[in-house]
């Protein structure tokens, strides 16, 4: 009987075919489909300013929708968030959005609502031959040795983040004692400015913002069940207890 092809497209040699020939095909399907699959990167390329379609079809050949690495290109500049729809079969992919224009791009199936991933950004996606779909959202432990945020990503737990000299802090809530507190006996925030404790205003709405002078080392501790601390600007919310660094001086603004 005729060669068959499995999702990735690595050719199924039938029972008794390609007598002389078969080596050929195996060499094929290891050096190239399977090799591809594991390792490859392939350049999808944007030739137009609308969604992208990428295909498998029945041959063992080097295919872009079959490469593990997809670095996502345009020949035109995107002028709105475009679509790149890949094959609906169960499958990893690292994708990669070097598209020109500043445009975010979804990765999706046909039918799948999708994945997407910013302009100059890299995503870690799997599609589970219905939808695309972040490939893992669970660490049972992490370690971060530098982080950046911009927008509003979110901690939870205890760690550490370094914050350039000029950035923004918001205390929200109730907090517990830390870098800044409420005092509910004055109705008024406190905090430690220029080695001393002092008070920094009435309450605001949203809580009083500070601004730190030097390059600062803050460590944060978020309560269980609590509401989170956000990067770019900082805010800092209730069940949340952070501490500057001694010998570095903040600002109220």
């Known amino acids: 009987m005729a060669s068959t092809y499995s999702n990735l497209k690595i050719e199924l040699i039938g029972t008794g075919e390609q007598q002389g020939t078969w080596g050929t095909t195996t060499n094929t399907n290891l050096g190239t489909a399977l090799e591809e699959a594991i390792v490859g990167r392939g350049t999808a390329n944007f030739t137009t300013d609308a969604d992208l379609t990428l295909t498998l079809t029945n041959s063992n050949a080097t295919q872009v929708a079959r490469n593990f690495v997809l670095n996502v290109t345009s020949g035109v500049s995107l002028t709105a968030t475009r679509n790149l729809i890949v094959p609906t079969i169960e499958k990893p992919y690292i994708v990669q959005n070097n598209t020109t224009g500043s445009q975010s791009i979804v990765v999706k199936t046909t039918a799948g609502t999708g994945i997407t991933v910013p302009s100059g950004k890299?995503?870690?996606?799997?599609?589970?031959?219905?939808?695309?779909?972040?490939?893992?959202?669970?660490?049972?432990?992490?370690?971060?040795?530098?982080?950046?945020?911009?927008g509003d990503g979110t901690f939870s737990g205890t760690g550490q983040v370094k914050l350039p000299a000029g950035t923004t802090a918001q205390r929200s809530g109730s907090p517990a004692d830390g870098m800044l507190r409420y005092n509910t006996d004055l109705d008024s925030f406190e905090g430690y400015v220029d080695g001393i404790w002092g008070g920094i205003g009435g309450a605001q709405a949203g809580g009083a913002i500070i601004t730190n002078k030097d390059e600062a080392t803050v460590n944060y501790t978020i309560a269980a069940g609590e509401n989170g601390l956000?990067?770019?600007?900082?805010?800092?919310?209730?069940?949340?207890?952070?501490?500057?660094?001694?010998?570095?001086?903040?600002?109220?603004?």
């Open 122 to 150: 890299v995503g870690f996606l799997y599609t589970d031959a219905t939808n695309v779909v972040t490939a893992f959202d669970y660490f049972d432990a992490l370690t971060v040795g530098a982080l950046t945020s911009t």
């Open 230 to 253: 956000s990067v770019g600007p900082v805010t800092v919310a209730s069940g949340v207890t952070i501490t500057v660094s001694s010998g570095q001086r903040w600002l109220v603004l």
